[in-house]
């Protein structure tokens, strides 16, 4: 089955979702073809190359929605650090060390529903000298309207981040405070004016593979470009709290069915990535990924951008400069 897939795959064709969930069946036994498999689709449409992209968390805490899994949400108790909007000289300087490690794309991020509108011009401020340091642009600031994400395009914004973090029909188990559809709406206003759209999930959280399928398949139809991979870190203090991280092979099937579903989107590894796979967190690369989110994240910490690039080398990869 895993093969037949895989052919279908090359040979130009999509899964559908009945595929996909044959795939999610897969058992122990068959993980490392399927593995395989995935890398091997990867390869066909990424090579050995793999791009880095880090964030700047730029405006931290006291969000007024409820996102269930979120430290940063005002209706969860979890101990972090709250500011707010930082300078844009911090956030250049944080794109400056980003380039110098040989990252390729900056995105920044801000808690909250959006930001306001004096925010927004501070924001909409940076990309000029983002892109003249020679990194691509991207930001996650929320469910802006048409007309605000046109405005930090005309600055020189490229890439509009806003993870739909699960299926439609579970998304309610983990938000209450806006709805699936104002996400989709957010990524279709910033598809209509020419952003290039990054939208992904989080896994763990509760979810079936139902739901997982169902979510690769929301993002196939909406044309994402880049789909982030987020595994759930339980954090003390969120309502999931009492969840445990996934097992690192069924980390590993995430990445790789979602390959299997979505054969030519940048499939970028993310939050969780050290907590969830620990020592196994060079095999994302096995299983399918081609991209990969270095450094901190916004509340937890992740890899140096030193030992990612070390991992690379180690796994004869080659950073994507095109």
């Known amino acids: 089955m895993i093969n037949e897939f895989e052919s279908k795959i090359l040979s130009g064709l999509s899964l559908t979702v009945a595929d996909g969930a044959l795939l999610a069946e897969t058992g122990p ?84 529903r959006k930001p306001g509108k004096k925010e927004l011009k501070e924001i909409a401020g940076t990309f000029g000298e983002i892109r003249k ?13 048409r007309d605000e994400l046109g405005y930090l ?36 206003k910033a598809r209509s ?14 979810e079936t593979w139902q739901d997982r399928i169902n979510l690769a398949l929301t993002i196939r ?42 054969p030519q989107k940048e499939i970028r590894v993310c939050g969780g990535r050290i907590q969830t796979l620990g020592n196994f967190h060079s095999m994302i690369f096995k299983a399918g990924a081609d991209s990969v989110m270095t450094g901190n994240y916004l509340v937890t910490t992740g890899r140096t951008f030193d030992d990612d690039l070390e991992m690379l080398n180690e796994e004869g990869l080659r950073l994507r400069t095109d």
């Open 29 to 112: 036994e068959a993980l490392p073809n399927l593995f395989s498999a995935a890398e091997r689709i990867k390869k066909r449409f990424f090579g050995d190359t793999v791009e880095l992209c880090t964030i700047v968390n730029a405006k931290s805490g006291a969000c007024p929605e409820d996102c269930f899994y979120c430290a940063q949400s005002s209706k969860n108790k979890s101990a972090i650090d709250i500011f707010p909007l930082i300078s844009r000289d911090a956030i250049q300087r944080k794109a400056v060390e980003a380039k110098e490690s040989g990252i390729r794309r900056f995105s920044i991020v801000t808690s909250g």
């Open 221 to 262: 139809t909406i044309g994402v470009d880049s789909v982030p991979i987020n595994f759930l870190n339980p954090i003390k203090g969120t309502r999931l709290d009492h969840l445990s991280p996934l097992s690192p092979d069924e980390a590993l099937k995430v990445i790789s069915v979602i390959r299997f579903m979505l």
């Open 133 to 145: 340091i020679g990194l691509h642009t991207c930001a996650s600031l929320g469910l802006l309207d």
């Open 153 to 188: 395009r005309d600055y020189g914004l490229e890439r509009y981040h806003n993870n739909l973090e699960t299926s439609e029909r579970f998304f309610p188990f983990i938000c209450t405070t806006h709805r699936f559809a104002e996400k989709i709406e957010t990524i279709e």
């Open 193 to 206: 004016i020419g952003l290039s759209l990054c939208s992904g999930g989080i896994f763990g959280m509760g």
